[in-house]
Nanobody
Framework: QLVESGGGSVQAGGSLRLSCAASGYTYDIYCMGWVRQAPGKEREGVATYGSGGSITYADSVKGRFTISKDNVKNTLYLVMNALEPEDTAMYYC???????????????????WGQGTQVTVS
């Protein structure tokens, strides 16, 4: 189970921190990350951890977003700074399973999903 929290409404330039609590998984051996979906758009990978610990960011968020994780707490974080209206979306925590690997930022890689948390930037 993946449970996100921390979304909300902020003004442009503001910051938010998203959290994802994972349970029932061997947390640190699978690719895991954040995927977002804006209204009328397809899901896009935002920031992800590879199974070896490497981090990948979408170009649109590099330098503004930071992904991190606490393996003791089984929690994934996303700190989002300098938020822009274009960042408005539902943000999902996602974890890959044993299926085909399409790429760290490709949403098709991820088999397990949280319910999402809304981020609105005005």
């Amino acid at each position: 189970q993946l449970v996100e929290s921390g979304g909300g409404s902020v003004q442009a330039g503001g910051s938010l921190r998203l959290s994802c609590a994972a349970s029932g998984y061997t947390y640190d051996i699978y690719c895991m990350g954040w995927v977002r979906q804006a209204p009328g758009k397809e899901r896009e990978g935002v920031a992800t951890y590879g199974s070896g610990g490497s981090i990948t960011y979408a170009d649109s968020v590099k330098g503004r977003f930071t992904i991190s994780k606490d393996n003791v707490k089984n929690t994934l974080y996303l700190v989002m700074n300098a938020l822009e209206p274009e960042d408005t979306a539902m943000y999902y925590c996602a974890m890959a399973g044993t299926g085909f690997f399409y790429g760290l930022l490709d949403p098709r890689t991820y088999e397990y999903w949280g319910q999402g948390t809304q981020v609105t930037v005005s």
